[in-house]
């Protein structure tokens, strides 16, 4: 008897694959006779190394190795090799739509995500918006799975529920953590500028939380020449400040670091899909996006995110649209004290527990 062996495709952004885990570590739980191959980037592999036995990665380079019809043809006769048995599209883009249509061609069971459109359209509205709670892509990720026969409750609490994060893998100063010191994370990017709070308001607010948590260490996050170069004058300023990024030097030595935080505060982000990847509480500031969209961190309370309530909020899903009134006054408005008062919040929560 065949078995069965399900091909999983998510290419796009780190935060979009990132929010893909829960869904796929569920379904390898909960049908271990089923074989699952991730189909994704070359980035995404660290998301997946800790995933059940049954669960395998297989990176793409559609930027040239596949790159074009000519690459998408090479990739599916590469994936016809591996015997599945259906396939899930969770990106439904030109490129995954492309080999969607090839399986079809040749009889396979496919199914692909409903982004729900309609919905976005609507709670991101200039007039007559409708702010409410849209399906969230763990739910539409999850559907996909159901359309092909495997129905799937998502439980998840972090990528190394079975260990694997121990702080010895990583190089000093981060491979012993006291056992009275709280660490606090710090990602303050994002891909566009609808969801990044203004460097001089988080430099404040760094300035307020290291004031009152003298005995904790503040690690940053981010990557890049200009965000390399903007927390190296954060901590020129404020020698408190560290960057654990241009130490660790990889996505799978930052998810340990991650892991043995006692809070993140990040953006709209990726970041904080990674913090929610190894069930660390999250504080995040939201702009031009907004929750109801769908887009929290998995596991992650909506009482600590961070926001000002505005008419023409949220004005974007991704927040890559131009600011209406020009100045973002739905981050501008977000004060200092607002963002290291919930931080006060969280941290408070981990010492008690």
């Not at 074009?68 to 396939?87: C, E, H, P, Q, S």
């Not at 200009?226 to 990889?250: F, H, K, Y």
């Not at 649209?321 to 004060?335: F, N, R, S, V």
Request: hydrophobic share 40%.
């Amino acid at each position: 008897m065949k078995t069965d062996h399900i091909l999983v495709i998510r290419f796009s952004a780190m935060g979009d694959v990132a929010m893909t885990v829960p869904v796929v570590y569920s379904l390898a739980k909960q049908y271990p006779d089923v074989r699952i191959t991730m189909l994704s980037q070359k980035f995404a592999r660290p998301f997946f190394k800790h995933m059940p036995h049954n669960v395998g990665f297989m990176e793409a380079d559609l930027k040239n190795e596949y790159h074009g019809v000519k690459g998408l043809n090479a990739l599916y006769r590469r994936l016809m090799a591996k015997n599945f048995t259906a396939i899930a599209d969770l990106h439904s883009v030109l490129r995954s739509k492309y080999l969607r249509m090839r399986f079809n061609i040749d009889r396979f069971k496919v199914a692909h995500i409903n982004k729900h459109r309609a919905g976005r359209r609507a709670i991101t509205a200039m007039e007559n918006k409708q702010l409410v709670q849209q399906p969230t892509p763990f739910s539409n990720y999850a559907d996909v799975f159901a359309q092909l026969g495997y129905p799937v409750k998502v439980e998840f609490e972090s990528i190394f529920a079975d260990g694997g994060n121990e702080l010895s893998q990583l190089s000093e100063p981060f491979n012993v953590k006291p056992e009275e010191q709280q660490w606090i994370g710090v990602a303050p990017f994002a891909a566009h500028k609808g969801k990044i709070y203004p460097k001089e308001q988080m430099e404040k607010t760094l300035t307020i939380i290291s004031d009152r948590h003298p005995d904790a260490r503040i690690l940053m996050f981010g990557g890049g020449k200009s965000e390399m170069d903007t927390m190296a004058a954060w901590r020129e300023r404020n020698p408190r400040l560290e960057i654990a990024s241009r130490v660790l030097g990889g996505i799978d030595k930052e998810l340990i670091l991650m892991s043995h935080l006692d809070v993140m505060l990040s953006m709209d982000s990726s970041n904080m899909h990674l913090a929610s990847l190894v069930g660390t509480p999250v504080v995040s500031v939201w702009g031009a996006t907004h929750p109801y969209a769908g887009f929290m961190g998995w596991g992650q309370s909506e009482s600590n995110a961070v926001m000002i309530d505005m008419p023409c909020r949220p004005c974007s899903i991704y927040g890559n649209k131009i600011c209406a009134k020009g100045d973002y006054p739905c981050l501008t408005g977000i004060t200092p004290e607002q963002i290291a008062g919930r931080v006060d919040i969280v941290l408070l929560q981990e010492k008690r527990k």
